[in-house]
């Protein structure tokens, strides 16, 4: 398999996190701006089961009962660190951002998740006010 198969299958993923048609949600875990240096970027590597081999930073996903499957970007030397499970009921059209903290700039564990900033999703919010789908 070469780099566009791969390229084309992690789009495909990508796409395929939010599986419903309607509101959505989106976690990111791209470093903000400013953020402490104990804090990392992360990626997420699964969401409900199933598994992203692409490891994107940024997923959407459908509004409710999630369980994230991340890990943190930063490299142990000897061995990988362990991933971490993100609880998360997320509400329609907001944006979640992650981080992994670390217990210090210089060490890979321990660590944990925070939920950095939610946000709304304005482009969300025009197709779907108040975050609501379209009724049944």
Known sequence: MNLKH?????????ISGCATPGPYAEVTGERLIGSDPN????????????????????VRIDPG?????VQT????????SPDAMLPLN??????????????????VEPWSLE???VEP???????YPQGLGPKQ
């Open 6 to 14: 791969l390229s084309v299958l992690s789009l495909v993923f990508a």
């Open 115 to 117: 939920i950095k900033k």
């Open 73 to 80: 970007t930063r490299r142990a030397i000897r061995r990988p």
């Open 39 to 58: 804090e990392v970027p992360v990626r997420i590597i699964g969401v409900n089961g199933k598994l992203d081999i692409s490891g994107s930073s940024s």
């Open 90 to 107: 997320a509400k329609g059209c907001m944006r979640y951002h992650v981080v992994a903290v670390h217990e210090s700039s210089v060490t």
């Open 65 to 69: 009962s999630n369980l994230l499957l």
């Open 121 to 127: 999703i304005d482009e969300c919010l025009s197709k």
